[in-house]
């Protein structure tokens, strides 16, 4: 990767730069197929074949005909998925390789291979991680007959494992299995917390009763929203609706009028309000920032400005120059074993779906 010719295409106009995308895919035409996360500036999200969450991409992407190049504009474990989905002659390029996901890089997969030595000594447990993990921690997952789940099918997934074991792993959002194990019904009390900062989790007296044990994980942008926020909303704008997502803490759900996923938020505004609503969002800036121009007839607006630093990382100059070099562009590879058990886990969460 050329970091001096990526400097220089990031100082030109924006609009020449989108122009220059525009051109290379109107020559590569279905060679190329873009994606780009809802959590993507306008700008990028404007010039993709499909905009939407990282399993929705992946799949478009897998079904896209020709699409030799996925051009994925989200963080890294969004890539990895599209790799495992992918078809074999498919080919996927992320723009940044170093833009992660800070709650998917806080479970690696030495620190879970240590908490489950520890707990499948106690009550039959099943490991179920999000979405928003590394392809390693899927394949931990899918090889230890754990799934992976979504922010929308999540209580479907607590469901399915509470058929077949007594306890379930949740990882590596906290707060998603949080809000996910309250909803489904179980006392707070039977709710533990793995830290794997800390001997042994932290307190091992308290996963001998849990049916849920959660990974100590979260996400950043997720973290900055408040019941204050919601309590400041509702005394200026009383008639307003709050939606906020499932990462959000679990007092902030509480006090909120929806709580769902990215798409769920995305479906919520277009089909639940009519012009002239106000609805505030606790979710990443551009996803409503996005949702405001696309409805300009009631008001779109934040809870509270929370931006995505890493996502922010795909930049048009960066999108560019992967355009410029498709043939020589660093791939992301995915190990077979790990392709292998990641794809189980996630075929699993695929027939749980049907």
């Not at 099918?153 to 959002?173: C, Q």
């Not at 950043?220 to 204050?228: E, G, S």
């Not at 409503?288 to 607006?301: E, F, G, K, S, W």
Request: proline share 5%; hydrophobic share 40%; with cysteine.
């Amino acid at each position: 990767m050329d970091l001096n010719r990526i400097s220089e295409l990031e100082k030109l106009p924006e609009e020449e730069l989108a122009e220059r995308i525009r051109s290379i895919r109107k020559e590569q035409g279905k060679q190329v197929c873009l994606l780009a996360h809802l959590y993507q500036r306008k700008k990028i999200t404007e010039l993709a074949d499909f905009v939407g969450d990282s399993y929705g991409l992946s799949k478009s992407a897998a079904s896209f005909e020709g699409g030799k190049y996925i051009v994925f504009a989200g963080v890294r474990f969004m890539a990895e998925s599209a790799r495992i989905l992918a078809r074999p002659e498919q080919e996927v390029l992320h723009p940044d390789p170093e833009a992660g996901c800070p709650m998917a890089d806080m479970a690696s997969l030495p620190q879970v291979n240590a908490a489950w030595d520890f707990l499948k000594s106690g009550p039959s447990t099943t490991p179920i991680t999000y979405m928003n993990s590394t392809a390693d921690i899927k394949a931990f997952c899918g090889e230890r007959e754990g799934t992976i789940c979504t922010s929308s099918n999540a209580m479907k997934t607590f469901e399915w494992a509470f058929k077949k074991s007594d306890r379930i792993f949740f990882l590596p959002d906290e707060h998603l299995g949080r809000n996910t194990a309250l909803k489904f019904g179980i006392d707070p009390s039977e709710i533990a917390v793995w830290d794997p900062e800390e001997a042994d989790g932290g307190n091992p007296e308290d996963y001998i009763d849990a049916k849920v044990i959660l990974w100590r994980g979260y996400c950043p942008v997720h973290m900055k929203f408040t019941v204050r926020d919601i309590e400041h909303v509702r005394k200026f704008y009383p008639k307003s609706k709050v939606l906020v997502h499932p990462e959000c803490t679990a007092d902030v759900v509480a006090k909120s009028d929806f709580v769902g996923s990215t798409e769920a938020i995305r479906q919520f505004v277009a089909k639940e309000t009519k012009a002239g609503d106000q609805i505030f969002i606790g979710t990443e800036i551009n996803l409503i920032q996005n949702l405001a121009a696309q409805y300009p007839d009631r008001m779109v607006t934040k809870l509270h400005r929370s931006l995505c630093l890493t996502m922010y990382q795909i930049t048009l100059g960066r999108l560019l120059y992967t355009l410029e070099n498709l043939d020589t562009f660093e791939r992301v590879e995915v190990p077979d074993s790990i392709q292998h058990f990641a794809r189980v886990a996630l075929d699993r969460m695929l027939s749980l779906q049907g």
